[in-house]
């Protein structure tokens, strides 16, 4: 399998220079997104209204995917299904350091640790390899600014980014309407079987529906 939606999102957030995730809190939703979603395309689980299901434990041969099959499982304590917010939210907190785990065994980034005035411990992510975010974001701009057909990962990225409301993060110094106006006609758009467009449309409800609350709280 090709860098997941996860990792991509993680590529987007992570600042050039110092290495660090720019808007976390916001990040960390579109990552628990992205990797639940590609569990739904995979066909490990299913998104149906508020709810997620598990169907199939079977592993993909991806650690990140995998390992959140296991904890989804266990996180449904042998109920049929529950509520696909309180899945995101138990999920939010930990899904950039997975995404960046990841992403440090594919070599795309690498791991760096020092001390802030010699006594707090502080991560910082690099990039090793520039090549994979410079087509990621070729590929957005291709969609969001120029009008090309999206491909069905390319629209599932998109309707992600906007769910979360990282417009600036993908298109930094484009203007924000813009972008959000065309993301939002590819999130809703025929790019996609109607399950999978119906999955992305609830997921980004429970986005919501969890962003909102926590900003409320």
């Not at 720019?22 to 709810?51: P, Y």
């Not at 795309?108 to 001390?115: H, S």
């Not at 998109?158 to 417009?167: C, D, G, V, Y």
Request: glycine share 8%; hydrophobic share 45%; aromatic share 4%.
């Amino acid at each position: 399998m090709a860098i997941t939606l996860a990792e991509e999102i993680m590529l987007l957030s992570l600042d050039d220079e110092s290495g660090s995730a720019k808007q976390r809190e916001a990040a960390g939703w579109a990552v628990a997104g992205g990797i639940l979603l590609e569990l739904v395309l995979a066909g490990r689980v299913s998104v149906t209204g508020r709810f997620l299901e598990l169907k199939d434990t079977t592993p993909t041969g991806e650690r990140l995917l995998d390992s959140r099959t296991a904890l989804i499982e266990t996180w449904l304590r042998g109920r049929g299904k529950r509520r696909v917010t309180d899945w995101l939210t138990k999920d939010q907190p930990k899904a950039i350091a997975a995404a960046l785990e990841s992403l440090c065994e594919r070599g795309v980034v690498t791991e760096e640790r020092r001390k802030a005035l010699g006594v707090f411990p502080v991560r910082r992510y690099p990039e090793a390899d520039g090549a994979i975010e410079g087509e990621l974001r070729a590929r957005l701009r291709a969609v969001v600014l120029d009008g090309a057909e999206p491909d069905a990962r390319t629209a599932s990225l998109i309707a992600l980014i906007h769910s979360a409301k990282l417009h600036r993060l993908a298109f930094p110094g484009t203007d924000r309407k813009q972008v959000a106006a065309r993301m939002a006609e590819v999130a809703t758009g025929q790019w996609a079987a109607e399950s999978v467009r119906n999955a992305i449309r609830d997921m980004q409800l429970a986005m919501i529906a969890v962003t909102v609350a926590v900003v409320g709280s």
